[in-house]
Antibody, heavy 120, light 107 residues
Framework: EVQLVESGGGLVQPGGSLRLSCAAS????????MSWVRQAPGKGLEWVAN????????YYVDSVKGRFTISRDNAKNSLYLQMNSLRAEDTAVYYC?????????????WGQGTLVTVSS | DIQMIQSPSSLSASVGDRVTITCRAS??????LNWYQQQPGEAPKLLIY???SLQSGVPSRFSGSGSGTDFTLTISSLQPEDFATYYC?????????FGQGTKVEIK
């Protein structure tokens, strides 16, 4: 059974930093692209970033470019999101998801999410 | 970035109704269109990928169609567990933008 478990969320002040982790099990983690998707309270889904199997390609939504860094450790079956210079508008539940390619890309497995609150 | 516009933003329907949700892309995305269902407090669940391919384990009352810029998600006979929010997402090019969501409520 595929399991994705996020951790690292919490309350942080504006301008602060936080590192999210996603522990993967039940899949050959190193074989898949992985993504982060977030959802602000009461709002819709926003794709944040994704990373290739070997970490050699990364893509970000414009609103986080230069502030967030996606990375992975295939030896630890783990995905990360380093978030710096956090803003109130970054407050959201952050989900990690497995990317799969078949007639385009889609996220077929999701974690339960971790809440990040940016507030003073 | 490609913009995805869903309509309606919300709808009220009864069990057994046929429900259709539309999604329009700001430019052609071929058939690189996914649909997700999200229940309150839960992670999204993939329903449809490639505009019309049903994800394994998803009931056949869900179907998708379209290509280019216009897409639809149809629920042929709404069931109690289908009351949720639905999102389309394009995967033609990054960032993989989502529509704003359509909330399906009980009439």
């Amino acid at each position: 059974e595929v399991q994705l478990v996020e951790s690292g969320g919490g309350l942080v002040q504006p301008g602060g930093s936080l590192r999210l982790s996603c522990a993967a099990s039940g899949l050959s983690f190193s074989n898949f692209w992985m993504s982060w998707v977030r959802q602000a309270p009461g709002k819709g889904l926003e794709w944040v970033a994704n990373i290739k199997q070997d970490g050699g390609e990364k893509y970000y939504v414009d609103s986080v470019k230069g502030r967030f860094t996606i990375s992975r450790d295939n030896a630890k079956n783990s995905l990360y999101l380093q978030m710096n210079s956090l803003r109130a508008e970054d407050t959201a539940v952050y989900y990690c998801a497995r990317d799969y390619r078949r007639t385009g890309w889609f996220a077929d497995y999701w974690g339960q999410g971790t809440l990040v609150t940016v507030s003073s | 970035d490609i913009q995805m516009i869903q309509s309606p933003s919300s709808l009220s329907a009864s069990v057994g109704d046929r429900v259709t949700i539309t999604c329009r892309a700001s430019q052609s995305i071929s058939n690189y269109l996914n649909w997700y269902q999200q229940q309150p407090g839960e992670a999204p669940k993939l329903l449809i990928y490639g505009a019309s391919s049903l994800q394994s384990g998803v009931p056949s009352r869900f179907s998708g169609s379209g290509s280019g810029t216009d897409f639809t998600l149809t629920i042929s006979s709404l069931q109690p567990e289908d009351f949720a929010t639905y999102y389309c997402q394009q995967s033609n090019s990054p960032p993989r933008t989502f529509g704003q969501g359509t909330k399906v409520e009980i009439k």
